[in-house]
């Protein structure tokens, strides 16, 4: 404001002293009137200059050179605008934060207005329905969803609960199941949620099938010793007689204990800690333990037969060793020997078993157990390291088999890094591959 009176009272002084030297009294009346229409045009200019800036311009557009009330007042709005900008750069990039984390969550997003087109999805909602986000952007829900539950559940209006639909990859080979929701929020606005829940209902279809089986071992031995337990209660029976139906009555009982076994190691070995890399265990010790049971159990099965297994194994050892696997001792054990008992069990008693161990060119090895036995359907190889599945229910009852061995076998490698790999042809035999990477393996120091 002291600049503008300063310049206003400088403008009339001169043009009053100029006035007054080039016609006297006349000039300076005259010299100070244009003076100041002079300094009133000029700054009416500036104004205007800065007016229009306001209506039109940008930050980096504002009039330079201003000075006094004029260069305030663009001082003044030109930091106005750039704490604006800078609020305005922040709410956007917070907007583009919320954005980036709603294209990351695992839900589908789906933003309806009120007439139930589409605002906006992330690109899990356009894996879930098969949406393009610039092709379907603005059309109608409920021409892109056709499916008859959703729109019977869309029209309905009553949105307390979601509706279980079909993805759009859905397959035969592959099903794929979402929960859809939808949230009413503003003036008739809505919010859809999808959720992938192949995985839970798998799992509980996996529950319910546990249930059933598990029901289904225990109760039928437990049958069969009430069954046996009435009869030495209500009959009279020989010595002969109670002796047959006790060891029955034990059989029966040791199945039970099998099963209960089982599944106790299956807790167990979900429950615990993966195995470190502290303790290494010599592969020539657990072939040699694998031996003796496999030799063992053959001689049980084959007691009466006239001929016996042909059982392989690369043993005797070499004098450096055949290396070592870091892991648990009694798991890698318990797998290993699993797989030659498996082989025992289902091969004739006039067939082979080769046990093997090599190692393989980048540092990797591989635990093979191959047998003649009947071989396996292609179909059921994926299935069987499922608890409590098996290819014959009836032969496995007569081997002892509890039909958790091989799951076993699986949590037992998934723990130690490792994988099952299973080739079977029926009427040629099968063979039981384990690999183990080369960071759970050490070869032999080569003896001096």
């Known amino acids: 404001m002291t600049w503008r009176i300063f310049i206003f009272s400088f ?41 229009r800036w306001f209506r039109h311009g940008e930050l980096g557009h504002a009039p330079q050179g201003m000075h006094g009330l004029w260069g305030l007042a663009v001082d003044r709005v030109r930091r106005l605008l750039r704490v604006q900008q800078q609020q305005v750069q922040e709410s956007e990039r917070r907007l583009e934060d919320v954005f980036a984390a709603l294209q990351a969550s695992p839900n589908g997003l789906v933003l309806l207005d009120s007439q139930g087109h589409i605002e906006w999805c992330n690109k899990t909602a356009c894996a879930h329905f098969g949406f393009d986000v610039e092709r ?117 009982a040791a199945r039970m204990q099998s099963v209960v076994q089982g599944l106790l190691t299956l807790s167990r070995l979900e429950e615990s800690p993966r195995p470190g890399m502290a303790e290494w265990v010599s592969v020539q010790h657990l072939l040699e333990q694998c031996a003796d049971e496999g030799c063992a159990l053959s001689q049980l099965l084959t007691r009466n037969q006239a001929r016996q297994h042909t059982m392989i194994f ?56 191959r047998d003649t036995g009947p071989g396996i359907d292609a179909v059921h190889i994926p299935r069987l390291t499922e608890r409590f599945y098996r290819v014959d229910r009836s032969r496995s009852r007569e081997t002892g088999g509890t039909g958790l061995g091989l799951a076993i076998v699986k949590h037992v490698l998934q723990r130690h890094d490792a994988r099952l790999d299973i080739q079977s042809t029926l009427g040629q035999g099968s063979t039981f591959s384990v690999h183990f990477p080369a960071n759970r393996v050490r070869p032999p120091t080569k003896a001096a």
């Open 11 to 51: 403008s009339q002084i001169m043009g009053l002293l100029l006035g007054w030297w080039y016609a006297g009294a006349w000039g300076a009346a005259v010299g100070g009137a244009f003076a100041g229409w002079c300094w009133f045009a000029t700054d009416l200019w500036r104004g205007a200059k800065v007016l």
């Open 314 to 369: 690369p043993l005797p050892a070499p004098p450096e060793g055949m290396g070592e696997i870091a892991g648990v001792q009694a798991e890698l054990q318990s797998a290993l020997s699993n797989l030659i008992s498996n082989a025992v069990r289902y091969t004739p008693a006039s067939g082979s078993i080769e046990v093997s161990w090599h190692w393989q060119a980048d540092g990797s090895a591989v635990f093979a157990v």
């Open 136 to 252: 379907d952007q603005m059309q109608s829900l409920g021409n892109l969803v056709r499916d008859p539950d959703f729109t019977a559940y869309y029209n309905r209006k009553d949105y307390s609960n979601d509706v279980v639909l079909q993805g759009r990859s859905n397959t035969p080979a592959r099903p794929v199941r979402l929960s859809v929701q939808i949230y009413p929020h503003g003036k008739g606005r809505k919010l859809m949620i999808s959720r992938d829940i192949t995985a839970l209902e798998q799992a509980e279809a996996m529950r319910r099938d546990f249930v059933a089986n598990v029901s289904h071992e225990i109760r039928t031995p437990l049958t069969v010793l009430a069954g046996f337990v009435e009869t030495l209660q209500t009959l009279q029976l020989s010595t002969e007689e109670q002796t047959r139906y006790l060891g029955l009555m034990a059989q029966q």
